[in-house]
């Protein structure tokens, strides 16, 4: 009698901003791919799937156009080295220049 066995892969899943694997699946996205979200504190990422169906979705990409724009390239220049729209870099470069803490009417001069 011969017993088959079958191997079961596992795949380590770290948070991409802080590197932790305190990790829950908070369901999937519209095309069914799984959504996780990091449990560990003052993690500035709210959820994040391991693949994602668009480039400029991704972390690094992100992270590449801001770099392009800081040593002085232009829009057009990143959206094309980086095969993404040129509204999607503007929108990149909007939503970096935004403060962390938001609105503060505390701080505001009339």
Wanted: proline residues 5%.
């Amino acid at each position: 009698m011969k017993h088959t066995f079958a191997m079961t892969n596992y795949q380590e899943i770290t948070c991409p901003k802080c590197g932790s694997n305190n990790l829950m699946k908070v369901g999937r996205n519209a095309h069914g791919e799984q959504r996780y979200r990091c449990q560990t504190p003052n993690c500035p990422t709210k959820t994040f799937m391991l693949t994602y169906r668009y480039r400029a979705c991704e972390l690094a990409v992100k992270e590449q156009a801001l770099a392009m724009a800081s040593n002085g390239g232009g829009i057009r220049d990143t959206a094309r080295a980086l095969k993404i729209d040129k509204n999607t870099v503007i929108n990149m470069l909007k939503k970096s220049r935004r403060p962390c803490g938001g609105y503060q009417p505390s701080l505001a001069t009339p």
